[in-house]
């Protein structure tokens, strides 16, 4: 085998396999309904455009510093002061790929082989590989409850002589839900006392329901020196729908910034120019658009769960923020692989299976897409689950019949 034993361990991403899967389907004229996506649909913002096109037509599109272009950072410094209340220097602040690529290099630069992160299920599917790529051993804490906050007490016995991080994402990607200011606060506390770093993915912050608000990990640290092991990951992927423009960032102490530039410095040079002022354009740009997203998800979250609450044996917990859910369909079937493959094949509706996010008999929803596409998704997952549902339905022009129990 010339294949490296690491990349032979590396798990398929579920979620982009899944992508493929539907778009598959859909070349093929199948009515697919794809719930299991992770990207708004709505417009990139003008001003991203705009600033994009501006430096495409000088013609002069070279490398950039590694670390970022200087507008682009010092937007990142006052999106950082005005909405974590937290002053950070131009030093404390890279750019790289995508808050995915950002996880990835913070991961280079942190860990030895060995050292383990601590990732509380439910968790992101890229959590756990991206700690495997860099030989260290991903910890997982789940929680105790069926709400999905995550306990204090779990985490501080999780901890080991090796633990070197822990990555905490609210709101979570898979389940929606906001951890409690409460537990933020005791986080910050727990990773001070025993000088573990915190990485706080916050890819979702801006988008959450209810008249919540974000919550600053910032204001629960004691140690607001450039020492500090307050680490931030965020990005314009979700907030401003930008995933296709790959641009993420990290807010660190000048050391661990300096040694991240090192570590990407050599294994992309630096992120497009491109893309990087298109990230400057949406960042300093008007912000309506993210509040449009932000009111159209709330909605969207309504009308899912108002569609699952009709749903017989679901138990879901309604989520804070994201645009996922995670109803737990334990009452059908509690291999969720099994159950999201079927779900696909006899009712053509995508869904994400919980065990890819360390949480078995659960199905990841997600309400990016129309009202319409919820309804019919969920319609349809109903028919293909309830026994009491009608033995047959349209899908598309196309008539299907229930021929399993
Ligand atoms: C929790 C979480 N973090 C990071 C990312 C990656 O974001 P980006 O597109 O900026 O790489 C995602 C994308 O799905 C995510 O769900």
């Known amino acids: 085998m010339t294949i490296s034993k690491l990349a032979r361990e590396i798990k ?30 709505s417009k990139v913002p003008i001003d991203a455009i705009l600033s994009a096109a501006s430096k495409l037509t ?9 670390e970022g272009i200087s507008s682009l950072i010092k937007a990142i ?4 002061e005005a909405n974590y209340g937290k002053i950070v220097s131009t030093k404390n602040v890279i750019v790289s790929n995508g808050a995915k690529h950002s996880i990835f290099n913070l991961m ?20 756990p590989e991206i700690v495997k790529m860099v030989y260290g051993i991903p910890v997982v804490v789940s929680p105790d409850d069926s709400h999905f906050q995550p306990n204090i007490e779990d985490i501080e016995e999780a901890i080991s002589s090796y633990t070197k991080a822990i990555i905490v994402n609210s709101p979570n990607n898979p389940s929606g839900i906001m951890y409690s200011s409460e537990f933020i606060a005791q986080i910050v506390e727990l990773c001070e006392k025993r000088g573990i770093y915190l ?13 919540k608000s974000i919550i600053s990990p910032y204001k629960y640290a004691k140690d607001q020196t450039d020492s500090s092991k307050l680490i931030i990951v965020n ?7 930008m995933t296709g423009f790959r641009i993420g960032w990290t807010v660190a102490n000048t050391k661990v910034i300096e040694a991240m530039i090192n570590v990407q410095a050599q294994n992309m040079s630096c992120p497009s120019v491109v ?4 990230a400057a354009g949406a960042l300093n740009g008007i912000q309506s658009g993210v509040e449009n997203l932000r009111l159209t998800l709330e909605n969207s979250r309504n009308v899912m769960l108002n569609e699952l609450h009709a749903f017989t044996g679901i138990r879901v917990t309604p989520p804070d923020g994201t645009f996922y859910c995670l109803p737990d369909f334990s009452a059908y079937s ?72």
Request: hydrophobic share 35%; net charge neutral; glycine share 8%.
């Open 12 to 41: 398929e991403s579920p979620t982009l396999k899944l992508n493929e899967t539907a778009g598959k389907l859909r070349d093929r004229g199948e009515p697919v309904i794809h719930l299991g996506a992770g990207e708004p649909k």
């Open 235 to 241: 990005g314009v992927s979700k907030m401003y729908a």
């Open 77 to 80: 410094v006052r999106y950082t």
């Open 108 to 127: 280079m630069t942190l860990v030895n082989p060995q050292d383990e992160v601590i990732i509380l299920a439910p968790y992101w599917v890229s959590y």
């Open 334 to 405: 509690k291999d969720s692989i099994g159950l999201s493959k079927m779900l696909l094949e006899k009712a053509l509706v995508v869904t994400v299976p919980g065990k890819e996010f360390g949480i078995e008999g659960h199905l990841r929803l997600s309400y990016c897409g129309t009202v319409k596409e919820i309804m019919e998704g969920i319609a349809r997952i109903k028919w293909a689950l309830d026994p009491e549902s009608p033995n047959e339905i349209f899908i598309g022009d196309r008539k299907y019949r229930r021929d399993w129990k």
């Open 275 to 278: 893309m990087q002022e298109a």
């Open 199 to 211: 990485i706080m993915d916050d890819i979702y912050h801006k988008l959450i329901f209810d008249g």
């Open 58 to 66: 000088t013609a002069d599109i070279r490398y950039t510093p590694t």
